[in-house]
């Protein structure tokens, strides 16, 4: 299956000298816009999307082309499975089509689920969801949420009790929101102060409540529906008949299964591999592989490795945060590493991940020997 009949010529587009007032007033809750394409002499020059517009050194005066992300070119005979492949590898939720290429239109993340919703009632939420989950509670500001969202590389924080109790949800949609200024009226001089009173205000106060949720035991095509129909970029994952926090479930979740495989080869993504300077995708593959081998009874579906450039620097070398996380017929496991250049925060998330892989594999080997004393027992 490819993407002709999915992709769309129904995009939004601006050019690169656009207001980025502007381009923050197409994200809010009536819209339900996922990002912009920028665009040039029928040229894409990236996009756009809500979290790209979380820095707080940007004012609405600046132009788009200051923000636009780099996107894959997919073209238009592209099958599904990559397409998915390539939105996930680069995160982003949209991407620009060509055709013979020439622009053609775009396609999303939504485009591609509402086309295999129907293939999706195989899978539960507990398959494929996130169970690592970025907390935070209803006490700390809207400041400390946004510096959580940039850090983390995510679009949505549960907020909770200190027991653990969910209450709440912020997103980067509530944010990008939350800072939009209608372009066309005047703001002069105090901007600036505006935005640190408000970044002062607790979560309680701007928090989404209730909040939806879904169950591990649910279909993905049930929480896709919810997703879809309602507007979400993900829900938040609760035990049946509890208020406390299992995991997370977004689009993200739902196209990195469609890349899973059968073939008996380890699929590992690589998201902002140019930051890696020495280090090749296949030597990452084969550390990553040797790793895996050490749990032989794993099956693995998937492995994404996330490079995050930070603003700080030693030495001209910005800071970077590697996450490596496995998906597994098992469990989700995760390392994470921050260094000075993509080799070596990487080589730290590694160390990291190959110690909680062999952890797990130590807490099985520990389960079966209980469960064989406990035979044993009751055979004597």
């Given at each position: 299956m490819d993407i002709s009949d999915i992709a769309t010529q129904q995009c939004l587009t601006v050019a690169p000298e656009t207001r980025l007032g502007k381009v923050r007033?197409?994200?809010?809750?009536?819209?339900?816009?996922?990002?912009?394409l920028v665009v040039e002499d029928d040229d894409c020059l990236g996009a756009i999307q809500p979290r790209d517009l979380l820095r707080s050194q940007y004012d609405d005066d600046t132009n788009a082309q200051s923000v636009v992300r780099s996107v894959p070119?997919?073209?238009?005979?592209?099958?599904?499975?990559?397409?998915?492949?390539?939105?996930?590898?680069?995160?982003?939720?949209?991407?620009?089509?060509?055709?013979?290429?020439?622009?053609w239109g775009c396609i999303t993340a939504?485009?591609?689920?509402?086309a295999v919703r129907e293939n999706l009632s195989v899978l539960s939420v507990s398959d494929i969801h996130t169970s690592d989950v970025i907390a935070i509670t209803e006490d700390a500001?809207?400041?400390?949420?946004?510096?959580?969202?940039?850090?983390?590389?995510?679009?949505?924080?549960?907020?909770?009790?200190?027991?653990?109790?969910?209450?709440?949800i912020i997103t980067t949609d509530d944010l990008a929101e939350f800072i939009v200024r209608d372009p066309d009226q005047p703001h002069k001089g105090d901007r600036a102060s505006d935005t640190e009173r408000l970044l002062e205000v607790p979560v309680y106060d701007f928090m989404s409540s209730p909040v939806?949720?879904?169950?591990?035991?649910a279909t993905v095509d049930e929480a896709v529906t919810t997703m879809l129909d309602r507007g979400y970029d993900g829900l938040i994952v609760t035990p049946e008949y509890d208020e406390l926090v299992a995991g997370v479930l977004t689009k993200t979740d739902v196209l990195r299964a469609l890349t899973y495989t059968e073939e008996d080869v380890l699929d590992v993504q690589i998201t902002n591999a140019e930051l890696l300077r020495t280090t090749t995708k296949q030597q990452i593959h084969d550390r990553i592989e040797d790793i895996v081998t050490k749990h032989e009874s794993m099956n693995v579906y998937h492995v994404h490795v996330t490079l995050q450039e930070h603003h700080e620097e030693f030495r001209n070398?910005?800071?970077?945060?590697?996450?490596?996380?496995?998906?597994?017929?098992?469990?989700?496991?995760?390392?994470?590493?921050?260094?000075?250049?993509?080799?070596?925060?990487?080589?730290?998330a590694l160390d990291k991940f190959e110690r909680n892989v062999l952890e797990l594999k130590g807490k099985r080997s520990d389960e079966r020997y209980r469960g064989e004393l406990l035979r044993k027992l009751n055979e004597l």
């Open positions: 007033s197409t994200f809010t809750s009536d819209t339900h816009q996922d990002g912009v070119t997919i073209d238009r005979s592209t099958n599904v499975r990559e397409a998915a492949r390539l939105l996930v590898e680069n995160r982003t939720v949209l991407a620009p089509v060509t055709q013979q290429g020439e622009l939504d485009s591609i689920i509402a500001t809207l400041g400390e949420s946004l510096n959580r969202l940039r850090e983390h590389g995510i679009s949505r924080l549960p907020v909770v009790e200190d027991d653990g109790t969910l209450t709440g939806e949720t879904t169950t591990l035991e070398t910005n800071l970077i945060r590697c996450q490596v996380r496995l998906w597994s017929d098992q469990d989700t496991i995760a390392g994470t590493g921050e260094g000075y250049g993509a080799e070596d925060a990487l080589s730290l």
